[in-house]
């Protein structure tokens, strides 16, 4: 697998994981007790932390993208192994 190839594949387990990481942690006002400015939503976060999200997704992200790279050097799980149709093996 080429380096290119695998830092693409980063990019996409990056992104998924930033929007997984997303909730996690996150007060509203009314659970963190504090007072709403007007006209704001009531699932707003009251105290976004967005660089705590930034370093939990790059984690994850490194496992996620380790853990592909390492089965498709292993050969861990292939395509033959999934049997999507239910059809017998050969």
Do not use: H
Request: hydrophobic share 55%.
């Amino acid at each position: 697998m080429q380096l290119t190839s695998i830092i693409a594949i980063y990019g996409l387990f990056w992104v998924m994981s930033a929007f997984l990481m997303l909730p996690f942690g996150v007060k509203t006002a009314d659970e963190a007790g504090i007072e709403k400015v007007p006209g704001q939503a009531d699932s707003a976060p009251a105290n976004f932390r967005g660089w705590r999200v930034v370093w939990r997704a790059t984690i994850l992200a490194a496992v996620l993208c380790g853990l592909f790279v390492a089965n498709y050097v292993q050969e861990w799980v292939v395509l033959e192994d999934i049997n999507l149709f239910g059809q017998p093996p050969e």
